[in-house]
C-alpha cells in the first residue's frame, strides 16, 4: 500500500508530457472487442485502468500485444466468453463498456455491476433504456445481462433524458454493428466521445455527428481493424495546470489540445492565472495573488466535474469568497474533509461549497476518496507549508500516469513510500 509524501511551498517550474486520454482510453480498449481484425491504438496511457482491461480482455479470448510503453495490439478474433469475471469487472467502472461492444457484436454479455470511484449513485438506467430500444432484453442483479433478440441489435431512435457521457458512448458501440440506423438524440458531447466515434470509424464504422448533441450511426456488417492515436488527456493537464495556479511558478505542458482546455484555462485566467496557448501546448504562469471566481460543473463545453476537486483547493487559496456548484454528480464534495484537515475553510452544503480564501494551507496526514479528489489533495500539499501524507494512491494511479515522477520533473518534493497493508478480513464473494 502506497503512500506519497509531499513537502510544499515550492513553485512548480519545467515542462510536463500530456498523456493519452484516460476517459478515452477506458472506453476504446472495451471497444476493440467489436473488432473483427487487429487494431493498433497509440497514446495509451499508463495507469492502472488500462492495465486492468487488458488482463479482462485477455481473460474473455483476445490477444493483447504490448508493443512500446504508450502502444498496443488487440485482436478480438478469437474471443471465448462474453462474461467478464466477476472478480475483475467489478474493480472498475468503466467495466459497463463491456456491455455495449460485446452486446454489439456478439448479441449478448453479462457483466458484473462495476465499482470504481464512489462519490455518488451513478445508475445506469439510460444504458439500458438504449439496448431496450435497441432489441434486447436487459435484467438487472450482481450482474447485468443482455441479449439481443434473433442474436443482432437493430437500430433505433434514442433520446436521453439527460445528458450522459457513459450511456452516449455504451449505446454508440451496440449500435455500430446493429441492422439499420441508430439515432442518440441529447447525447454528450465530451472530447472523448468523439475520440471513441475517431477510433470506430478508423474502424471501418459510419459514426456521424459525434461532437454534437445527435449522433447517427449507421450499423455496418463488420469492423476491420487499423491504427488510432488516443486524444491527449484533457483532466490531466487541468490537474497540472491547477498545480500551478495553487503552487506558483511556470510550467510548460506539451501535447495538448487547446481547444479542449478553454473551459478550464478561462476560470484560470479569471483567478489571475497566465495562459498562452500554442499549437500543441500551453504555457501555465500564476506569480501573482488569485483572485475569487465562482465555477458551476455542466456536461461539456461546460466546466468539467472531474476539475471540481482542483479548481476547489485552487480557490480555497484565492482572495475573497468562491462558490463551486457541483451541477453533474451527487455528493462529490467527500474529499473536502480532508482539505480541511490541511487549513482550507470551505462550507458544504449539498451541491454547493463556499470557500473562504486563506494565505496558507500547512501539512498534514489525509487520505483520498477517489481519483479526482486524490488528484486535488495532492495539489493542496504541493502549496501547503510542511510535510503532507496522502494515504489510498491507488485512486490517483487508476487515471495519472506517472504523477509523482512528473511532479518531480518540476521541482516538487513528492516521494512514494510503501506501507505494510494491515491484515483485513476476506470479503471476496464465495
Known amino acids: 500500500m502506497n503512500q506519497y509524501i509531499i513537502r510544499g511551498g515550492s513553485p512548480l517550474f519545467g515542462e510536463v508530457t500530456v498523456s493519452g486520454a484516460k476517459n478515452a482510453a477506458v472506453a476504446i480498449i472495451p471497444a476493440a472487442l467489436l473488432v473483427d481484425g487487429v487494431c493498433r491504438i497509440e497514446n495509451v496511457p499508463q495507469i492502472s485502468d488500462v492495465t486492468l482491461f487488458f488482463s479482462i480482455l485477455e481473460e474473455l479470448g483476445a490477444k493483447v500485444r504490448l508493443l512500446n510503453r504508450h502502444a498496443v495490439e488487440i485482436d478480438a478474433r478469437a474471443i471465448r466468453s462474453t462474461r467478464p469475471s466477476y472478480e475483475l469487472a467489478r474493480r472498475i467502472r468503466a467495466s459497463y463498456y463491456l456491455l455495449g461492444s460485446l452486446l454489439?457484436?456478439?448479441?449478448?454479455?453479462?457483466?458484473?455491476m462495476p465499482g470504481g470511484c464512489n462519490f455518488g449513485v451513478r445508475p445506469i438506467d439510460l444504458h439500458v433504456k438504449g439496448f431496450t430500444a435497441m432489441g434486447a432484453r436487459v435484467t438487472e442483479g450482481g450482474f447485468i445481462e443482455a441479449e439481443a433478440e434473433n442474436g443482432r441489435l437493430h437500430g433505433a431512435n434514442i433520446y436521453m433524458d439527460q445528458v450522459s457521457v457513459g450511456a452516449t458512448m455504451n449505446v454508440m458501440m451496440a449500435a455500430v454493428l446493429a441492422d439499420g440506423m441508430t439515432t442518440i438524440d441529447n447525447a454528450a458531447k465530451e472530447p472523448h466521445i468523439v475520440d471513441l466515434a475517431n477510433f470506430l470509424n478508423s474502424m471501418g464504422a459510419d459514426i456521424k455527428g459525434a461532437g454534437t448533441d445527435s449522433i447517427r450511426i449507421r450499423g455496418v456488417e463488420r469492423l476491420t481493424g487499423g491504427t488510432y492515436c488516443i486524444i491527449p488527456d484533457q483532466i490531466e493537464a487541468g490537474t497540472y495546470m491547477a498545480a500551478v495556479a495553487a503552487a506558483g511558478g511556470q510550467v510548460l505542458l506539451k501535447n495538448v489540445i487547446p481547444k479542449h482546455m478553454e473551459c478550464i484555462s478561462s476560470k484560470l485566467v479569471e483567478m489571475g492565472v497566465s495562459v498562452t496557448e500554442q499549437d500543441d501546448t500551453l504555457l501555465v504562469r500564476r506569480s501573482q495573488p488569485l483572485r475569487r471566481t465562482n465555477v458551476k460543473t455542466l456536461p461539456y463545453p461546460g466546466f468539467p466535474?472531474?476539475?471540481?476537486?482542483?479548481?476547489?483547493?485552487?480557490l480555497s487559496l484565492a482572495e475573497g469568497t468562491s462558490i463551486v456548484t457541483e451541477g453533474v454528480w451527487d455528493n462529490r464534495f467527500k474529499y473536502v474533509d480532508e482539505l480541511k484537515r490541511l487549513g482550507a475553510r470551505v462550507q458544504v452544503d449539498g451541491k454547493v461549497a463556499v470557500i473562504e480564501g486563506v494565505d496558507h494551507l500547512e501539512g498534514a496526514p489525509i487520505k483520498a476518496c477517489d481519483l479526482r479528489?486524490?488528484?486535488?489533495?495532492?495539489?493542496?500539499?504541493?502549496?501547503?507549508?510542511?510535510t503532507t501524507t496522502l494515504e489510498n494512491v491507488h485512486y490517483i494511479e487508476r487515471g495519472y500516469e506517472d504523477m509523482v515522477g512528473k511532479l518531480?520533473?518540476?521541482?516538487?518534493?513528492?516521494?512514494?513510500?510503501?506501507?505494510?497493508?494491515?491484515?483485513?478480513?476476506?470479503?471476496?464473494?464465495g
Open 408 to 429: 518531480r520533473a518540476l521541482g516538487a518534493d513528492i516521494r512514494v513510500v510503501d506501507v505494510p497493508e494491515e491484515p483485513r478480513q476476506d470479503s471476496r464473494i
Open 373 to 386: 479528489a486524490g488528484a486535488a489533495l495532492v495539489i493542496a500539499g504541493l502549496a501547503a507549508g510542511g
Open 104 to 112: 454489439g457484436r456478439f448479441g449478448r454479455a453479462a457483466v458484473a
Open 305 to 314: 466535474t472531474d476539475m471540481q476537486p482542483q479548481i476547489t483547493v485552487v
